[in-house]
């Protein structure tokens, strides 16, 4: 019954390689997010997506693509990992386009060896 | 763009009261939200100010004033499972949503 559900829950891969991140939600939210957490805890949003249209992305690299295939899913796909890569990664999703209330997944945390 | 400031760490004992502020400059201001983060975990949405005023939710309230650019969390009856990260955040009208760099509360005995 998990609301916000995105896996893996960790995930440690070499520099160069390619990974995703599944993100899920099952409360019928319009609104999707990314966030990226660092070492020092700051949360930066990444992208937002309403109802499987991009409407926020930050300045990301374009080695970070979302794909939101419906709604209730939005995927994180990152290409050429680098070590600077290495945090901690929310999806979350609220009803509302100004991010209030927002549900948050468990993370999933990145480290690139 | 946008801006938050809030206090890097605020240390209170327990039974207390603590107030966290939080002062942003954003355009296109949609409301105040606030988060809950324990150490190893996700952030877990707490109160939310639209609208000028205070909102109470259980031993936790929220205040907002729009003039001001200015909201806080008010934490009452402290115990020490709220040892944790507090995080302002700030929703425009576009969609975005940019969270403060966190509060640390630690609840001592």
């Known amino acids: 019954d998990t609301a916000v559900s995105q896996t893996p829950k960790y995930l440690v891969t070499q520099m160069g390689n390619d990974k995703s991140i599944k993100c899920e939600q099952n409360l019928g939210h319009d609104t999707m997010y990314w966030y990226k957490q660092d070492s020092k805890k700051f949360l930066k949003i990444m992208f937002s997506y309403n109802n499987k249209e991009l409407i926020i992305n930050e300045t990301v690299p374009n080695r970070f693509s979302p794909k939101s295939p419906d709604k209730a899913h939005l995927n994180l796909h990152i290409n050429s990992l680098e070590l600077g890569d290495s945090a901690v990664y929310f999806c979350?999703?609220?009803?509302?386009?100004?991010?209030?209330?927002?549900?948050f997944g468990q993370g999933t945390r990145l480290t690139v060896v | 763009g946008q801006s938050l400031e809030q206090p890097s760490e605020v240390t209170a004992v327990e039974g207390a009261i603590v107030q966290i502020n939080c002062t942003y400059q954003?355009?296109?201001?949609?409301?105040l939200s606030w988060y809950q983060q324990h150490d190893g975990g996700a952030p877990t949405f707490l109160s939310y100010n639209g609208l000028d005023g205070l909102e109470e939710t259980g031993r936790f309230s929220s205040f907002l004033s729009r003039s001001d650019s200015y909201g806080y969390l008010l934490l009452q009856e402290l115990q020490m499972k709220d040892s944790a990260s507090y995080f302002c955040?700030?929703?425009?009208?576009?969609?975005?949503?940019?969270f403060g760099d966190g509060t640390t509360l630690t609840v001592k005995p």
């Open positions: 979350a999703s609220s009803q509302s386009r100004g991010g209030t209330e927002a549900f």
């Open positions: 955040a700030v929703g425009t009208n576009a969609g975005k949503s940019t």
């Open positions: 954003t355009s296109g201001f949609y409301g």
